[in-house]
């Protein structure tokens, strides 16, 4: 069975770094590509960037690119979303997801998705 | 504000069967196929429909979607109670995954 589990949630200063984490399990973790989708308090889905944990190439969206870091480790089967500075706007729940079955490029449907991280920063 | 445009609300009865639209552009639904997400109250995005109008493994045949030009539209036959939840579109755009600002269905 295919599961993405996530690190817990986290409460956090402006200015402090923080990595969240996803942890695939029960596939080829570096055959498929991993995203990551923020959505702030009582708003929408917002496409982040991906990953492909075989090569480590990534992409961001332009809206952002150069705001945070995705990473992933194969050795341990898991991606990683950080910041270095925290700001209040970084309040959200974050989630991971992976492509279907059989869908190997980064544009195949996400289909997996993990529980969400919820990421609160507050003075 | 979103690249995919949705309705934010829609409603119906028990038993009724609801519509939901999702209007893009020449660069996202015009040029990719569409996938369908329902959203329950806190919980994560599930896949409802994909590539369309193909439903995952699981997914009950109520839910039906479709796309023609620059549209797609998500179909619920049969409301129940449970569908009561944010429903989002999603296309791929250039270079990344674009999402609408979702609708939220009210079962009355």
């Known amino acids: 069975e295919v599961q993405l589990v996530q690190s817990g949630a986290e409460v956090k200063k402006p200015g402090e770094s923080l990595k969240i984490s996803c942890k695939g399990s029960?596939?080829?973790?570096?055959?498929?590509?991993i995203g990551w989708v923020r959505q702030m308090p009582g708003k929408g889905l917002e496409w982040m960037g991906i990953?492909?944990?075989?090569?480590?190439?990534?992409r961001y969206s332009p809206s952002f690119q150069g705001q945070v870091t995705i990473s992933a480790d194969k050795s341990i089967s898991t991606a990683y979303l950080q910041w270095s500075s925290l700001k209040a706007s970084d309040t959200a729940m974050y989630y991971c997801?992976?492509?279907?079955?059989?869908?190997?490029?980064?544009?195949?449907?996400?289909?997996?998705w993990g529980q969400g991280t919820l990421v609160t920063v507050s003075s | 504000q979103s690249v995919l445009t949705q309705p934010p609300s829609a409603s119906g009865t028990p038993g009724q069967r609801v519509t939901i639209s999702c209007s893009g552009s020449?660069?996202?639904?015009?040029?990719?196929?569409v996938n369908w997400y329902q959203q329950l109250p806190g919980t994560a995005p599930k896949l409802l429909i994909y590539?369309?109008?193909q439903r995952p493994s699981g997914v009950p045949d109520r839910f039906s979607g479709s796309k023609s030009g620059t549209s797609a539209s998500l179909a619920i036959s049969g409301l129940q109670s449970e569908d009561e939840a944010d429903y989002y579109c999603a296309a791929w755009d250039d270079s990344s995954w674009m999402f609408g600002g979702g609708t939220k269905l009210t079962v009355l």
């Open positions: 997801a992976r492509p279907l079955d059989h869908y190997y490029d980064r544009r195949g449907p996400p289909g997996y």
């Open positions: 590539s369309n109008n």
């Open positions: 020449s660069s996202n639904i015009g040029s990719n196929t």
């Open positions: 990953i492909y944990p075989g090569d480590s190439d990534t």
């Open positions: 029960g596939y080829s973790f570096t055959s498929y590509w």
